[in-house]
């Protein structure tokens, strides 16, 4: 630390000190520091020369943004293959699905797109707990669904084959699954869009022939 004309500064451990120069280190533990809310921390130091009782004199030499605050993560729905049936119906290969997402220090990445089934006589599925790690595909029924994802703000997930979502397991017609994305910020907060409800039919959105009756 260094204290010349009221003035302080610290060094780097690899600084060429004068004899004037004391240099000094202060290793603090996140748990020891860190808030369990969002906000903003101010780290001060504080001088004290060997005169008398000792001047003191305290410097801000840090200031810490605390975010746990997850991002918030919005999904456009996919096309509905069949309006004429309850629910948005989804077959083949989903080319793309889309959103946003936002927080206020940053987005750092999309984490991926993940899907839970559902029986009739259930709830619909509400997203998972947003938090700080990334969930294992399975995870209280979530299954990360095998699809390229791309972008931050505005974000893209492309080429979802319906017929296996996951790359493996087979998605029997008729099932009722949700759809949820998960996105990590720039300080490692994941959060997670609201769950969509979407049925897999892959008899939907065939073409409908017709024919007149043949005379004979």
């Not at 997402?101 to 259930?122: Q, W």
């Not at 972008?151 to 979502?165: A, D, M």
């Not at 397991?169 to 910020?185: E, H, R, S």
Request: aromatic share 4%; with cysteine; glycine share 8%.
């Amino acid at each position: 630390l260094k204290k010349k004309a009221g003035h302080i500064s610290a060094l780097a451990p690899d600084a060429n000190p004068d004899p004037t120069l004391v240099i000094w280190k202060q290793d603090i533990k996140g748990t020891e520091l860190l808030p369990s809310e969002s906000t903003t921390v101010s780290i001060s130091a504080t001088a004290k020369d060997a005169s008398g009782p000792g001047n003191t004199t305290p410097a801000v030499i840090a200031t810490i943004t605390v975010d746990k605050t997850a991002p918030t993560i919005t999904v456009e729905s996919p096309s509905d293959a069949d309006t004429d049936v309850e629910g948005i119906q989804v077959n083949g290969i989903i080319t793309k699905l889309s959103g946003t997402s936002d927080d206020e220090n940053g987005i750092g990445s999309v984490v991926g797109l993940y899907y839970k089934t559902y029986e009739d006589t259930d709830p619909v599925p509400v997203k998972p707990e947003d938090n700080t790690v990334i969930p294992d595909s399975g995870k209280d029924g979530w299954y990360k669904v095998s699809a390229d994802a791309s972008g931050e703000t505005n974000w893209k997930i492309e080429n979802i084959n319906t017929q296996k979502l996951d790359g493996s397991n087979p998605i029997a017609d008729g099932t009722k699954l949700c759809f949820t994305v998960a996105v990590k910020d720039k300080a490692g907060n994941i959060g997670y869009s609201d769950a969509l409800p979407l049925v897999v039919n892959q008899d939907t959105d065939r073409p409908v022939i017709k024919m007149n009756q043949v005379k004979s």
